[in-house]
């Protein structure tokens, strides 16, 4: 669609002064049915300039106003994810287990045991729970969690190192999601940075050399969402936390994406750290995230020597990052899946979905291929694909998985991948797919089993409800089955 297309749409007073919407403006007040009109309006343009063929003229926008009207949905939707991406920031990254949902509506409901012991009535630490678990898979003498792990990061410079100096090597220097810097964490903290090295290489020596009577601590980060590849060299973890022990500092370990045990993710995770290896390497403290490797909810856990522990609850800033009741429970029951071994393993989204069998999925991904092709008219196949853990946890590991390839001619109106991709998005369930080379792909190893059925639907919807052209009775292509 072009230009004229847009400049045919009605302009916002006309659709505002449709007769439909006047019962609206009676009961909602006109700055509210305002509102709907221009959030109608601006799909139809959105949709226009993809080659989508949505609500344009003045009735159809004021009957799609009033349902934007009545729609109680909020700005946050459960979408089905496509991408392959299993830990993607912007889907809210690792999915929560059964158990922490239910351990979540529970507390949610009513009154809970947040900080009053139930034997003595006393108030208590409300991250006793959670503390009891985590130093029972790391080997750590204490624990706790808040809001996040750039959150625990920031907390930890300003507890222990605020007005000091924390060393760490230049090429660990690292940037986060959303242009988020360390740099910018040691200035929130009060903590003065210490680059040491270069960006490919730094020595035990560099360190050695640059402890002086200003040095609060050694800060190691992971480089979770990058790697240097090369003519590189670090120095062991056993070297530095056995510098800063002779050299009386501390010693933190940001390992980030919080890989929990040695044998999780094997395929997956290559070479993430483990908690369990910093606390026995003798770290005074390891971070990590709570929503990437672990497969709970978004906080920044904390582990180490209970003096450090306590050093860092009884900052004032503790309150202002400490975790709420909700996140709380999900994380108990998160930890307590872990403890069980591989019975928890298959109950945790995460880890079942990253451990899934390759062949499984092609199956999976043929199935749904042949319905779309036979039902809905589709040009779909199964073909390979690369999954990736994402969330900055391992960025250079590929998992082999399989996908449902969509490819032109699609369904009309859609001319393009683009067009249809956002159509998917728009639908009902949502569908985040992954464009590719002119080809929409639906990566199996995210879809979850129990959403197959959804999918489908909003491929249908998509299919028959925007005009598309219906059944075209062709064949499945031979994608060469699974890797």
């Not at 625990?152 to 007005?163: D, E, H, K, Q, V």
């Not at 199956?363 to 999954?387: E, F, H, K, M, P």
């Amino acid at each position: 669609m072009g230009l004229e297309a847009l400049r045919g749409l009605p302009a916002v007073g006309v659709v505002l002064e449709h007769g439909a919407l006047a019962e609206s403006v009676r009961l909602r007040g006109k700055a509210a049915v305002l509102r709907a009109v221009r959030a109608a309006l601006e799909e139809a343009r959105c949709g226009l300039r993809s080659g989508n063929e949505l609500a344009t003229d003045v009735e159809r926008l004021a009957g799609r106003a009033i349902e934007i009207l009545t729609s109680k949905r909020g700005s946050l939707r459960p979408v089905i994810n496509a991408t392959g991406i299993l830990l993607h920031t912007g889907l809210g990254r690792a999915p929560l287990a059964e158990e922490a949902i239910a351990a979540v509506a529970e507390v949610a409901r009513g009154y809970c045991s947040l900080e009053i012991g139930l034997e003595d009535g006393e108030r208590g630490r409300r991250t006793s729970g959670i503390e009891r678990l985590l130093c029972e898979l790391t080997g750590a003498e204490a624990a706790t969690a808040v809001n996040n792990n750039a959150g625990a990061t920031l907390l930890a410079l300003r507890a222990l190192a605020g007005g000091r100096e924390v060393i760490v090597s230049r090429g660990e220097l690292v940037e986060i999601g959303g242009s988020f810097r360390l740099p910018e964490i040691f200035e929130v903290s009060g903590a003065r940075l210490r680059e040491v090295g270069t960006t490919n290489k730094t020595r035990l020596s560099d360190y050695e050399r640059a402890i002086g009577p200003e040095t609060a601590a050694i800060l190691r980060v992971h480089r979770s969402n990058f790697r240097i590849v090369g003519f590189t060299e670090s120095p062991q973890l056993s070297d530095l936390v056995g510098l800063a022990r002779e050299r009386g500092v501390y010693f933190i370990d940001d390992i980030g994406s919080g890989a929990i045990r040695s044998d999780l993710f094997e395929a997956a995770a290559g070479d993430e750290p483990l908690a369990i290896d910093a606390i026995a390497a003798g770290a005074d403290l390891v971070l990590f995230s709570g929503d990437k490797l672990l497969g709970g909810p978004q906080c920044g856990i904390m582990v180490g020597r209970k003096t450090v522990i306590d050093r860092i609850e009884s900052d004032p800033l503790m309150r202002a990052l400490r975790l709420d009741k909700m996140t709380l429970a999900a994380l108990e029951a998160t930890l307590l899946l872990v403890l069980d071994g591989d019975r928890g393993e298959a109950r945790i989204p995460l880890w079942s979905m990253a451990a899934a069998p390759v062949e499984v999925l092609w199956q999976r991904a043929a199935a749904l291929a042949a319905t779309l092709c036979n039902r809905d008219g589709y040009d779909a196949q199964a073909v390979r694909s690369d999954s990736f853990l994402g969330g900055g946890s391992a960025p250079i590991q590929a998992i082999p998985s399989a996908a449902i390839a969509i490819s032109p001619p699609f369904p009309s109106p859609f001319d393009s991948e683009a067009g249809l991709a956002r159509a998917l998005r728009m639908g009902d369930p949502p569908v985040i797919a992954r464009v590719q080379k002119g080809i929409v792909l639906l990566d199996m190893r995210t879809v979850l089993v129990t959403r197959e059925a959804d999918l489908l639907d909003a491929l249908r919807k998509v299919c028959h409800d925007r005009g598309g052209a219906g059944p075209r009775n062709g064949p499945v292509a031979d994608g060469g089955g699974p890797v």
